[in-house]
DNA sequence: CTCCAGGTCCATA
DNA sequence: TATGGACATGGA
């Protein structure tokens, strides 16, 4: 039975080598911004996810042992095929296949960004894999203050409450489309959501469940096109197509150039007291492509 | 009280 | 093509 017991717990994990220019603990940090995250959480240096495939939920923790993250899954012994959606998971999540030397040489002769780079070192672009939280998130941030975006979006993962418990705890799932298209206009105006807002959403989980909208499709397109692509949406303009870029479809030189707190923080690394104009930011970021989502990313952790 | 938040759409000229 | 207002709520 002991025996059982280790063997299990050996394959019930697997160990991932830091890539170059990795911290997990500045990647941690930047995932401990918000306490009203309910998607993942985070106790003793340890993050804890639910995934959910077509049929498993997987309840991860990740944590890191000697220059590794080691991915054990809590609740269930999943198979090979199950690994491997886990695993490429985490590297998305953690951005961990990208080399990174280029960005560093770029940014160390960079006004706005060597001191970052330098106070950030190793921290990642931390990405959202799954295609409806990055875009349901970016529309549910716009043009609202952080703090509430976070309420209304917990308020709404507990509407569809996909849970799992697990040693007293809830962990969550995204609400799937289907759902979202589920709860009705008021019951979504109870929780607080502008009627734009309603109606962003539900366009966008209609397009999801149609599979008019979907990763693949966006992965196989050029970065114009994606943007072509996504703001024929009704909801999803500039800023959100750069938005999901970055943060879903991992295009380093997405740039959401409208972006509030990007002009928030470069005001602040120039020390100004005014906000850049568009065209100044473009003068500034002349030289950072093809890295503007790291430049962008960096930038907005100053500002934690 | 006022202004502004990790914007976008729509009406108007 | 460009500009102004509406949207919802809450924090500073």
Not at 237 to 246: K, R, S
Request: hydrophobic share 40%; proline share 4%.
């Amino acid at each position: 039975m002991k025996n059982q017991l280790s063997w299990q717990g050996i394959r019930n994990q697997r160990r991932i080598d830091f890539p170059l220019h990795f911290r997990f603990d500045k990647c941690l940090h930047f995932l401990g911004r918000n306490l009203d995250e309910c998607l993942f959480s985070i106790k003793n240096e340890k993050v804890y996810k639910l995934l959910k495939d077509a049929n498993n939920l997987f309840l991860i923790e990740i944590k890191e042992v000697n220059e590794q993250l080691t991915v054990s899954c809590l609740n269930s012994q999943p198979n090979e095929d199950d690994w491997n959606f886990i695993l490429k998971y985490v590297e998305e999540w953690f951005d961990l296949n990208r080399p990174l030397d280029s960005f560093y040489h770029l940014a160390s002769k960079d006004q706005i960004l060597s001191p970052l780079i330098h106070h950030y070192h190793g921290l990642r672009l931390i990405r959202m894999p799954e295609l409806f939280e990055a875009i349901s998130w970016a529309i549910i941030g716009q043009q609202i203050n952080l703090s509430f975006a976070y309420r209304l979006k917990k308020r709404w993962v507990l509407e569809a409450n996909n849970h799992l418990a697990y040693e007293g705890q809830l962990f969550y799932t995204l609400p799937t489309p289907q759902q979202t298209l589920n709860i009705s206009d008021e019951r979504f105006r109870e929780l607080q959501f502008s009627r734009q807002k309603i109606k962003y959403l539900k366009i966008v989980a209609e397009h999801l469940q149609k599979g008019s909208l979907n990763k693949v499709k966006l992965l196989a397109l050029s970065p114009d096109e994606v943007i072509h692509e996504l703001t024929k949406i009704k909801g999803i303009g500039p800023w959100t197509a750069n938005y999901v870029m970055m943060k879903c479809l991992g295009i380093s030189s997405a740039f959401p150039i409208q972006d509030v707190g990007l002009h928030n923080a470069m005001k602040v690394q120039l020390g100004k007291k005014e906000k850049p104009t568009i065209a100044e930011i473009k003068e500034l970021a002349k030289n950072w492509h093809p890295w503007e989502a790291y430049a962008t990313f960096y930038l907005w952790r100053s500002l934690i």
